[in-house]
């Protein structure tokens, strides 16, 4: 068995094109470590609907040019399946490790394989990916990036001609023609042949970013703003230049791309700690918000300061944000579809509901909301907000700093915040307030065993609250498809319990809703839903055995 591990070790060593990753397996291999290559050839990274994600290293279970190669084939040769030879293959990278290696060797397998490939010029956002599938006509598209992963690992997100994420079964076809491929040497990666993009499908995308903002809005609000070591800088300093916003204060020790992440523990701004520097420059320069994008800049967080002269700053939850974008767009006239996964607050219905819009509930991820007909807005709780599917099909942290920077611009005129605004839509619709629990573990089976047991033992009272319909999603709804996740009804509210697709993470979205009388009664609100999410989120733990 020993001897098996090290000669399937050394034979993939003797194709591995990386210098790096060779040296790194070599030495593992002359030290003996069984162990850790055991760890890295249990198997074989699973290319999903999230695409690829895992650490960088050697081996078919680690992030490499080999793995890469081999993923890249076999989406060249479902594309050829699927009728589309000679179709353009747009490729985006980050600033991570190796991301331009790995956007290059896809440019060479795209163009071996007959099909036509080109690169954007250098790191840039997720979005101006996603635009540039739809501006280019191309038949797919790949972004090589974790996102806000921590700084060991880098992933690989493929979209196909309609500018939208992969969905079953287009994973699964890919994933077979992955499996298919043999030797790397079957695969032709000739030396040239594909195309740099120029400037011109930034500045594209750029011209398309001045359709979020109204004509004549206001665009006064003064920000701080924090690119979280990634690569949306540049890009939001021009967008924002574009629209006339005040220049940005730069969180100065963020604001370049480092693919290390020096200075947080995880480079996603709802972990704790990530918005520390961000905050200390609001508290110096007294902005009207606090905007940071993830490190690939498809997300958007916001921060506001407390009401009060001790009034301090904080983040916004995502579902705040989704619904102040939400209230604004109808505000502004918005017609189509509205559209939220099933961890993103019951809020986004309601807001739809009273405007006569359509709203769709869909499963988590944007490859799911892009989908939805006729979409006009979408979001997800995870600081992820579509605001122009027209031109990106896809969640985009740059169009959706303009539009809040907008709104807030708005009520800077009034006197008002977007504090304010919140307090407005509780007493309308109530208050919706919204909570996790999230628990990352260095474990998979703890996920899974906490789902069984939550299977096996399902609790009839959570908080207090009686569950008057429990779900087991895996069997999948009238309205939507199956997958791994369970949801609660109670009185009042809402629970929905999922590990995560992209990290190692059990996730429960908690919900309650209070109703509200008046703007009097909102502290008295708030304090009853804080007590009740409490109550809700230690009584799932003990259910859950986590």
Same mark, same amino acid.
């Given at each position: ?16 094109? +990386?210098?790096? &990753? ?38 078919p279970m680690r992030m490499n040019r080999s793995v890469v190669i081999r993923a890249a084939a ?8 699927a009728g589309q030879a000679g179709g353009l293959v747009v490729v985006g990278y980050d600033a ?19 099909? /036509?490939?080109?690169?954007? $010029? /250098? ?25 806000? =992963?921590?700084?060991?690992? =880098? ?44 400037? +011109? ?66 480079? =996603? $701004? ?22 940071? =994008? ?125 504090? +304010? ?23 998979? &089976? ?17 908080g207090g609250l009686a569950i008057t319909n429990a779900e087991d999603l895996t069997k999948g ?70």
């Amino acid at each position: 068995m020993q001897d098996e591990l090290i000669a399937r070790a050394e034979a993939w060593l003797a194709e591995d094109p +990386d210098a790096d &990753t060779r040296a790194e397996l070599a030495a593992l291999i002359d030290a003996g470590d069984v162990t850790e290559i055991a760890e890295r050839f249990s198997g074989t990274l699973q290319f999903g609907t999230a695409g690829l994600r895992g650490e960088l290293g050697a081996g078919p279970m680690r992030m490499n040019r080999s793995v890469v190669i081999r993923a890249a084939a076999g989406l060249a040769a479902y594309l050829k399946a699927a009728g589309q030879a000679g179709g353009l293959v747009v490729v985006g990278y980050d600033a991570r490790h190796k991301s331009a290696d790995f956007a290059r060797d896809t440019a060479a397998v795209m163009t071996g394989a007959g099909l /036509r490939a080109a690169v954007l $010029p /250098r790191p840039l956002p997720t979005p101006v990916l996603a635009f540039a599938i739809r501006h280019l006509g191309a038949v797919a598209g790949v972004e090589v990036t974790a996102s806000h =992963n921590p700084p060991r690992d =880098n992933g690989y997100k493929v979209y196909l001609g309609d500018g939208s994420q992969i969905v079953p079964p287009a994973d699964a076809e890919i994933a077979a023609e992955i499996d298919a491929v043999r030797a790397l040497a079957d695969v032709p990666r000739p030396e040239s042949g594909w195309e740099t993009l120029g400037e +011109d499908v930034l500045d594209a995308y750029l011209a398309r970013t001045d359709a979020v903002l109204a004509k004549g809005s206001p665009r006064t609000a003064r920000t701080v703003y924090t690119a979280m070591h990634g690569v949306g800088k540049d890009v939001l300093l021009a967008a924002f230049d574009r629209a006339g916003f005040p220049a940005p204060v730069l969180v100065a020790e963020q604001a370049e791309p480092d693919p290390d992440f020096p200075t947080v523990a995880f480079p =996603n $701004p709802e972990e704790p700690g990530a918005m520390d520097l961000a905050f200390a420059k609001a508290r110096e320069t007294g902005p009207d918000l606090i905007v940071a =994008n993830d490190p690939d800049a498809d997300r958007c967080a916001v921060a506001v300061k407390e009401r009060g002269e001790a009034g301090d700053w904080r983040m916004l939850r995502g579902d705040e944000v989704g619904a102040l974008l939400g209230e604004h767009l109808v505000r502004r006239g918005a017609r189509g579809t509205f559209a939220e996964s099933i961890v993103s607050s019951s809020l986004l219905g309601r807001i739809a509901e009273k405007a006569g819009l359509p709203y769709v509930e869909t499963l988590t991820g944007f490859k799911w909301i892009a989908r939805a007909d006729g979409l006009r807005y979408g979001y997800e709780e995870a600081l992820g907000y579509c605001v122009d599917p027209d031109g990106v099909r896809d969640k985009d942290g740059i169009t959706a700093a303009l539009l809040i920077t907008e709104l807030a611009s708005e009520l800077k005129e009034q006197g008002r915040t977007l504090l +304010d605004l919140l307090d407005d839509i509780a007493v309308e619709y109530g208050l919706h307030a919204t909570d996790q629990l999230s628990v990352r573990v260095e474990d998979l &089976t703890v996920i899974a065993d906490a789902m069984l047991r939550l299977r096996e033992r399902p609790p009839t009272r959570l908080g207090g609250l009686a569950i008057t319909n429990a779900e087991d999603l895996t069997k999948g709804t009238d309205t939507l498809p199956p997958t791994d996740g369970l949801r609660y009804t109670l009185d009042g509210a809402r629970v929905v319990v999922r590990p995560s697709g992209t990290e190692p993470k059990l996730k429960c979205y908690l919900e309650v809703v209070v109703p509200v009388g008046s703007r009097d009664g909102l502290p008295e609100a708030h304090a009853e839903a804080t007590a009740l999410l409490a109550a809700i989120k230690r009584d799932l733990s003990a259910a859950a055995g986590i």
